[in-house]
Each structure stands twice: as C-alpha cells, then as structure tokens.
C-alpha cells in the first residue's frame, strides 16, 4: 500500500508515531510539569473570581450564590449603636487625656477643625481599652445625648437625651439583644412615664405612669395598636403599702441595731467613790464625752472654791484693818481691848473708907 495522507513509508500513521515519541521518560516529565502549572493557573484564577464575587456582595452586589439569607428585621425595632454623626473623627481634630497614668488614653474628645467646639467625648470608663461612653454635643457646646455599655460586653445597652439642658427622654436594652426595649420620659427633670415592650417587637405595649415620684396607674395594650386597653388603677395602692411594709422593716432594723449599742448613762460624781469604781464605772461604757463633763465640773468646783479662798481672805484683811484703826495706843497689836469691869474695884486707887493707919489719933 502506497503511504496515504495519514501514513508514512513504514505503513504507520503519523499520529502513532507522536504518540509513541509520547511515551519517553523524558518527554513525559515535561508534559507533567505543564499540566502542574496549567492546573496551579486555573485554581488561582477560581479564587479570585470567588474573592471577587465575595465582595461584590459584600458591597451590596446581586450575586444570590454568594449572599447567605438574612433573616427579616422588625422596621420598628430601633438598634442599640454609637451614633456617628457627632463622634465621627474623618476631617476632625482629637484631644486625649489619660486618667489613670497607665500611658494609654482614657479619654478622647473630638474637635471640629474650625474653632474649639466639642462634637463628641469618648471614655474608657473601665480602663480596658475600649471605649465605653459617648457624650454628643451640638454646635453650642450643649450636651443633647449620651450613650454607654453599662455591662461592658462592648455594645450600647442605655442612652439619655436633653433638650435645654434637661433630660427627657432616655431608652434602654433590657434583654441585651441589641435593640431599644424601655423608654423613660421625663418632664423637666421628673420622671412622668415608663413605656415597656414585653414582647420585643419594637413597640411598647406596658405603659406606667409616675404623679410626685410615685407610680399611679399602668396601661396594657393586648392588640398591639399602640394604646391602653386595659388600665390597672389599683396598682399606686398596692404600691403605697408595698413602700410603707418596706419603710417600716426598715425601721424596725434600726431599732434593732440602735437596741444593741445602747450606751449607759453617765454617772454622777460621789466625792466618796474610790479610785477603782471610777475606772470600772468608765470601763462599763463611759465614753469620752463623760470624762470631758466630768472634768469640766471638777474644773468649775475649783474655781467656785478658788472664789471662796479669795472672798475669806479678802474678809480678813478687811477687819485686820479695821481693828487696826480702832486700836488705843499701847495696846499690842491683834488684842481687842477690854472695858473695865465696873463690879471689881480698882486695885491701884486708894480704899477711901479705910483710916490711914499712920495717923495719930
């Protein structure tokens, strides 16, 4: 047979020659090495376009393959998050303190790049490293919001609000699910009602109002419609007793208490009572307070005798020298002088009824 087209001199198509040149060690190796490489290209090449596809979708492309389903979220329910319309830092300047001298910011206060207005404070109340508190100022300098993670766990779970300087309004995360659940309002100052959603579906449907500080009435709403189907006017009673059982427990404790630190009376001073009664009788509950009252009557008891010592002596040298001036010369000094006794005759003077016996008769 003459070669055709397909076949060379020997009667071989040229396609098994090639493939029997296929066959050698060497040639094999190279075709292995390019399918490695062949094969290493198409992987590349599929996670890019797998990256590329995960963040069209997390850009908000529409890649359905890509894109997990979301579960429906309530348009009521108002999330728990730092508002960053005042905080943002973008085109702002920072100042920072540290409060604890740990070389680490405590405190961060944001300023608008025009002037010295506060937009927003931020603080690390706990001193971990993140931040927990965020104070919002509006373009005066007033304060009109503050938001804080009060357990810490590094999400929004209360916030207040102020219109004038007073508070009016502030919301609460009870269930720490991420969304508002409490609302409390306020009237200039005064706390005025609570509003409460019992079933977390973002409005409230427990409404209790406060007249003086003291609850007064609560306000159920059993079809969802947002207003009082039911009131319960017993409550501000029930209330009031609750209040008065509690002040009352209250003060029996203190009785109690007061009833086991009783001090004695203090006692009064004996001018008899021995040295060792005086330190018994102050070991027995005789504070500090008794010593100073007690010297303070010795110390007045002196004085009142120091005034009689000075009164006798001053008695005394005020007769010394009026018998000084009624004293006769000659007569000593310090003797009152006598009278003379009219009874007795004086020795001295002659007896004029007796005869001189001398005379002649």
């Not at 060497?26 to 596809?53: M, Y």
């Not at 927990?132 to 373009?139: E, R, S, T, V």
Request: some cysteine; charged content about 40%; glycine content about 8%.
């Amino acid at each position: 047979m003459r070669p055709g087209r397909f076949r060379d001199a020997r009667g071989t198509s040229w396609y098994s020659g090639w493939v029997l040149k296929l066959r050698r060690p060497a040639i094999r190796s190279a075709w292995s090495t390019l399918a490695l490489v062949l094969c290493s290209t198409l992987a590349c090449a599929s996670s890019k376009g797998a990256g590329d596809e995960t963040a069209a979708s997390a850009q908000g492309g529409v890649l359905e393959s890509a894109q997990a389903p979301q579960p429906e979220v309530n348009p009521n329910m108002k999330p728990m998050k730092v508002d960053a319309s005042r905080c943002d830092i973008r085109g702002k300047r920072t100042r920072q303190n540290d409060l604890n001298a740990d070389r680490r910011a405590d405190m961060v206060a944001i300023i608008e790049r025009e002037g010295e207005a506060i937009s927003c404070k931020q603080a690390d109340l706990n001193f971990d490293g993140s931040l927990d508190a965020f104070l919002h100022y509006d373009d005066k300098g007033e304060l009109v919001r503050e938001q804080y993670d009060r357990d810490y766990d590094g999400r929004i779970d209360f916030g207040r609000y102020f219109k004038d300087g007073e508070l009016f309004l502030d919301e609460q995360d009870a269930n720490h699910d991420g969304y508002v659940d409490s609302w409390r309002r306020y009237d200039k100052g005064r706390l005025t009602r609570i509003d409460h959603d019992r079933d977390f579906d973002g409005k409230p449907d427990l409404f209790m109002f406060y007249v003086a500080g003291q609850i007064d009435r609560v306000g159920y709403d059993l079809n969802g419609d947002g207003k009082v189907d039911k009131w319960d006017q017993d409550i501000a009673a029930r209330a009031r007793d609750a209040y008065s059982a509690r002040q009352r427990a209250l003060a029996d404790a203190e009785a109690e208490e007061a009833d086991e630190f009783v001090e004695e009376p203090p006692a009064e001073e004996n001018a008899e009572t021995s040295e060792g009664d005086k330190k018994q009788a102050s070991g027995k509950g005789k504070g500090k307070s008794d010593a100073k009252k007690a010297d303070a009557k010795k110390a007045d008891a002196k004085k009142a005798d120091a005034k009689k010592a000075d009164a006798k002596k001053t008695d005394a040298k005020t007769s010394g020298k009026a018998d000084a001036e009624n004293k006769k010369p000659g007569e000593p000094a310090g003797e009152k002088p006598t009278k003379p006794d009219a009874k007795k005759p004086d020795a001295k003077q002659p007896d004029a009824k007796k005869p001189d016996a001398k005379q002649p008769s």
